[in-house]
């Protein structure tokens, strides 16, 4: 195997023994052959939807299969056989279609593993990441395929809730296959990517308003951290229909729900709020699953990526439940929706009525809710704060946590910081110092939590606002800097959207990715002033804070 798509990638090179997140070297090579099953479909419903004859429900999956092979997200071999299975037989029969109608196919990949499973190794390796031997080429066509991932996940659950984007769909399939293309050039690739962050800005947006539509905007919430005395379900992931679904189930069951790691922006919005189960969030960022899931005592359900494979004598090994996208052997996985009508999470509430109540880890309360939202409704006190100097800084510290020591750096930063500085956030990188006494400025909350990951379309929003409101020509001129955490792909599509918009000067951390070549880094040293941290100390004296 060869994998180096996550921070934590072994030796800050790539993983070829096994996935420092757990994924064993099969699954990773059935992985990168269902990668290359969907790049073939997507050239061919690419060559449909120019003669207006795209099969959206050969759309719909490819954003399925895109989101199982995220990081942390499936590590189920039979489901990935599944997809795959299916990405090729939605190939062949766009292919049918396409010869009936006379439409006009380029240069398809050829399905060269209708084979054996003991030879999956040997054709994996044939259509993997190694299989371009250039290094400029292979660096950009990763560093594109990995924004077209993250931005499937954003377009998939906006897809759960009904709302879907044709241009999106086209948008994926265009860089699938500019991907995939065996003459393709480095600087038609540098092209590429950008058009992929702009892709990511679309499905960001589509899902902000998906969210926003059926949920309500997320407002200023207090969100307990304690726990309740009945038993629980622990919902982790990131899906927000999945939540409600299972909400509804359980009222009135004596089972009450709580969120872990990316769920927790949920108790903001104002749909939830109607339900006197929902207790809470129960413990902290993805990686801490392991001795967390220990103590809640209840079931957990995988909604999604961020999954931390359980050790052999794990006690909850039997309390696993998955869905959607995630996968993991020896978990229940509940089926997707048919017919319109919701999952039935009927299994896992009978389940969690035989279990202990959680046992407490904390207590009392963080704050949420500061979507784009709740902050522009406070444009005026924010603006009065900023034009008095009671606010003199802005920090966007947006993304992931993850297990690496270097990590603290996030926490000692936010601890340095002056008074007179908000940090802006949104992700699991929060939890690095979202339970600090960090206090108020006038009032106003010294962090500024917009939500999940892809909420960073919110801090997106709010730099806009705030341009607007004091004048300036480009967000680059705010008082705002950009010291962002990175993990896996969908972090990818933020940094990739973030360019696109033209926002600079970013620094990445703890370090920079294992597939940005050092020509690349360069250029994005030189056109977009990327960089990485390095000490809080040296960090604040560059940004003046």
């Known amino acids: 195997m060869f994998c180096f798509q996550c921070q934590e990638t072994a030796n800050g090179t790539g993983c070829t023994v096994k996935g420092v997140c757990g994924k064993e070297p099969q699954t990773a090579g059935l992985m ?24 959206v429900e050969a759309d719909r999956r490819m954003l399925d299969a895109l989101f199982s092979t995220i990081t942390n997200a499936n590590f189920d071999d039979d489901a990935l056989r599944a997809r795959i299975d299916r990405a090729l037989g939605d190939k ?66 906006a897809l759960n809730l009904g709302y879907e984007d044709s241009e999106i769909y086209r948008m994926l399939e265009d860089a699938l296959a500019e991907i995939g293309r065996r003459d393709v050039t480095a600087d038609e690739l540098v092209s590429l ?139 229940v996985h509940i089926p997707d929706r048919k017919n319109g009508r919701p999952k039935d999470f009927s299994a896992l509430i009978a389940h969690a009525l035989r279990c202990e109540p959680p046992t407490e880890i904390e207590s009392g309360t963080v704050t949420g809710g500061f979507a784009h939202g709740q902050t522009i409704a406070w444009a005026d006190r924010i603006l009065e704060a900023v034009r008095s100097g009671a606010i003199r800084k802005f920090v966007v ?61 919110s801090l997106v929003q709010i730099a806009f606002a705030l341009r607007d409101a004091l004048g300036l020509a480009s967000v680059n001129d705010l008082p705002v800097v950009y010291n962002i955490a990175w993990y896996e792909q969908k972090a990818v599509i933020v940094f990739l959207a973030l360019l696109s918009l033209g926002v600079k000067n970013i620094r990445l951390g703890p370090t920079l990715p294992a597939f ?22 040296e960090d604040m004296a560059r940004w003046g804070i």
């Open 92 to 157: 062949e029969r766009l292919v049918k279609i396409a010869a009936e109608r006379g439409i006009y196919l380029p240069d398809v990949p050829e399905v060269v593993f209708r084979t054996a499973p003991e030879e999956y190794a040997e054709k994996a390796a044939q259509v993997g990441v190694l299989s371009d031997p250039d290094e400029e080429t292979r660096c950009l066509r990763q560093l594109a395929l990995y924004g077209v991932k993250g931005a499937a996940a954003y377009t998939e659950h």
């Open 516 to 537: 940005l070549t050092p020509s690349m880094q360069t250029v994005l040293s030189e056109r977009f002033g990327v960089g990485t941290v390095s000490s809080p100390e």
């Open 397 to 457: 510290m947006a993304g992931c946590d993850g297990r690496m020591r270097s990590r603290e750096y996030y926490t000692a930063f936010a601890s340095a910081l002056p008074k007179d500085v908000v940090i802006l956030t949104a992700g699991c990188a929060k939890y690095r110092y979202n339970k600090l006494p960090l206090g108020h400025i006038g009032g106003i909350p010294q962090v500024f939590d917009a939500g999940q990951c892809n909420d960073s379309y």
């Open 193 to 331: 990517v950008h058009r992929v962050g702009e892709c990511g800005v679309k499905a960001m947006a589509l899902l902000d308003r998906a969210n926003t539509s059926v949920y309500g905007h997320p407002e200023m919430t207090e969100i307990n951290i304690g726990v309740g005395k009945r038993p629980g379900i622990l919902v982790s992931g990131h899906d927000l229909k999945d939540l409600a679904e299972l909400l509804e189930q359980t009222a009135g069951t004596g089972v009450d729900v709580y969120t872990h790691g990316e769920m927790l922006p949920a108790h903001a919005y104002p749909f939830f709020k109607k339900y006197a189960h929902f207790i809470g969030n129960y413990g902290n960022a993805w990686w801490k699953q392991r001795s967390e899931f220990e103590t809640f005592n209840g079931v957990v359900l995988f909604t999604t990526n961020c999954i931390v494979p359980p050790l052999k004598n794990a006690s909850y090994l039997g309390r696993l439940y998955t869905t959607g996208s995630a996968g993991l052997p020896g978990a």
């Open 32 to 55: 990168d052959l269902l990668l290359y099953a969907v790049r073939g479909e997507a050239i061919v419903n690419r060559a449909l939807r120019e003669e207006e004859s795209a099969d």
